[in-house]
């Protein structure tokens, strides 16, 4: 009995309903990728996976990629600036990666369900917040400070360094401006072209690296894309020949 | 006498009722209010007040149930005054938070300034720090950037006695960083957004 | 019988006292806090709270000491929560989301944290789920990451006092509470070999 990633039912903050459906809109720009949970996603699907007996190796696969290219997505998003070391990809880091974030997901997870269950099993402790009625009033003279503190905080604000490389925590792949390069070429010179066509003979993870370059060709409003439904076979037309 | 104290008495349950509501008010309390509290008739609210009067009082308790004009409300044994006093005169804050010394920065140097304008510079939101500020006396309203505008705030003269300053000529110079006011703005917010997140 | 309440135990004046510090205070406070404003020996300070523990206990007084965020306080007795809860609102319970509490689970057990470690860690933004917990004061800043780096949150003793919590380490293990974490790594890395191969 296979899984079907596709149909996989989600239920997040931002989105209700099937995985490709959350594709599409994707695609289309009308999700954004920031505000889609990723993790609750892989929840689900592992979650789907236990209720099987058997283990499907063809949905694990397809599922893996899927949701490594939305992290991706999203890495790119949360952090616009970083430098991303996009040279090849090993499958195996990738999901070592993938299931060392989960993990780390899951345990807060629980952690935040510990909370909720603490909350309410405290829902009857009631103590006054803010001062006491007839409490003598304080008086808190701020003692003497030291001018150069002020100096000190504006220089450090204006000092400030970048956050620390967050590359070692997001996925790797071939670089997306390889792709970006090839379609702009197939862009001019046959001003039309079927994207499945095109990364039909590529691995799962360049294919979806692909696919990141076409979503950025569409974003700059150098390509159109039509596709008839989800996972119906996408094609490409210069934006500018339209 | 012992088997007495089994009986639940409804008034003493009654009267616990009212203590735990008065210590976790922040005003006094009314005895209308009381009673719609305790869902009871302010009558039998009233005779539990008697119980807890007799409870907390002077020489008895270092709580004392006390009668003002608002309604009624517990404060400190008199007793216990000058250990009261030693509680809320301590000198509680002698530095200021990292927070509470950027917004001063901030005010101080680009002054008058918004805290819409601050967060911007900091690159979180700066609404607990500048309440902090205000209360504490140090920085003040000066008056809205423009018709309309976000409320802008300065230093205080209790600003310039803190930090033994004659006026802000006598802030200590920047060196390196530029001198104009407006220069060093969009720098420090260049500097926010990148830093950004 | 009578005439043995006449007579003054030291130990019972202290008590006293503390009572009057914890019924003024704001916040928890400390056996250090309750000794310097008693100007009395933490020891003796102790003593007199283990009696006052014994006189403000549920079911015998509507006010309760409870040892919380790291010291002692004044609460109301959980028999009388139907009436306090019609005095005021218990503004934490209400509308914790879900990102919320992951935000809050993060920011306890790794913080001083920022946000875009927690963003790293739940996969998501965290700036409204961050800005949300500080302006409920359950988390609040902590200083930058280094001289200029991103803000840094921390819970504050309001977070540990709403939970219930004497202080941080009570605090589940967190490996204890994803026992299955484990298994699910294995199961993912095996599907990628298989794949890899």
Redesign the interface.
């Known amino acids: 009995m296979a899984v079907a990633v596709r149909e996989l039912p989600l239920d997040l903050d931002a989105f209700e309903g099937p995985f490709d459906l959350l594709l599409t809109l994707v695609l289309r720009e009308e999700l954004e990728l920031r505000d889609v949970d990723v993790a609750e996603i892989v929840v689900a699907f592992v979650e789907r996976l236990a209720e099987r007996q058997a283990l499907d190796l063809e949905a694990c696969g397809e599922f893996l990629v899927l949701a490594a290219a939305l992290l991706e997505l999203k890495a790119r998003g949360?952090?616009p600036?970083e430098e991303l070391d996009l040279e090849g990809l090993d499958p195996e880091e990738a999901a070592e990666e993938l299931a060392e974030r989960l993990a780390a997901y899951r345990r807060f997870r629980a952690a935040a369900g510990w909370l909720e269950e603490r909350l309410e099993a405290e829902s009857d402790r009631?103590?006054?917040?803010?001062?006491?009625?007839?409490?003598?009033?304080?008086?808190?003279?701020?003692?003497?400070?030291?001018?150069?503190?002020?100096?000190g905080?504006?220089?450090a604000?204006?000092?400030?360094r970048?956050?620390p490389s967050l590359g070692h925590l997001v996925l790797t792949y071939p670089p997306v401006s390889r792709f970006l390069d090839r379609f702009r070429d197939l862009l001019s010179s046959r001003g039309r072209f079927a994207f499945d066509r095109e990364v039909d003979r590529l691995s799962r993870i360049e294919q979806i690296v692909a696919f990141l370059a076409l979503l950025e060709l569409r974003k700059q409003g150098e390509a159109q894309i039509a596709q008839a439904g989800p996972f119906e076979p996408i094609t490409v037309w210069n934006a500018s020949a339209s | 006498m012992e088997r007495l104290r089994l009986v639940e008495n409804p008034v003493d349950?009654l009267?616990?009722?009212?203590?735990?509501?008065?210590?976790?008010?922040?005003?006094?309390?009314s005895v209308e209010?009381l009673a719609?509290?305790?869902?009871e008739e302010a009558e039998r609210v009233e005779t539990a007040l008697g119980l807890v009067a007799s409870r907390f009082r002077e020489g008895r308790?270092?709580?004392v149930l006390?009668h003002?004009a608002g309604g009624y409300?517990?404060?400190?044994?008199r007793?216990?005054a000058d250990?009261?006093?030693?509680?809320?005169?301590?000198?509680?804050?002698?530095?200021?938070?990292?927070?509470a010394?950027?917004t001063?920065?901030?005010v101080?140097?680009l002054g008058p300034v918004s805290r819409p304008e601050i967060a911007r510079?900091?690159?979180?939101?700066a609404?607990?720090?500048v309440a902090g500020l205000v209360e504490?006396g140090?920085i003040g309203e000066a008056g809205r950037a423009r018709d309309g505008g976000a409320v802008r705030y300065e230093t205080t003269p209790l600003f310039e006695r803190?930090?033994?300053?004659a006026d802000r000529s006598?802030?200590?110079?920047?060196d390196a960083?530029a001198g104009d006011v407006e220069e060093?703005r969009s720098?420090?917010e260049d500097?926010?957004a990148?830093?950004?997140?």
């Open positions: 949360l952090f600036d009631f103590f006054r917040l803010g001062p006491a009625p007839l409490a003598p009033v304080p008086a808190r003279p701020v003692a003497r400070q030291e001018p150069a503190q002020l100096a905080a504006l220089r604000l204006a000092a400030a970048p956050e | 349950r009267a616990r009722t009212v203590e735990a509501l008065l210590v976790i008010a922040s005003k006094p309390l209010e719609a509290a305790c869902e308790s270092g709580v006390e003002v409300a517990f404060r400190a044994a007793e216990a250990a009261c006093a030693r509680l809320v005169e301590r000198p509680i804050q002698r530095g200021l938070s990292q927070a010394l950027e001063l920065a901030v101080a140097y510079i900091r690159g979180v939101a609404d607990s720090a504490r140090l803190v930090f033994g300053l006598e802030l200590p110079d920047l960083l060093l720098r420090l500097v926010a990148r830093r950004g997140a």
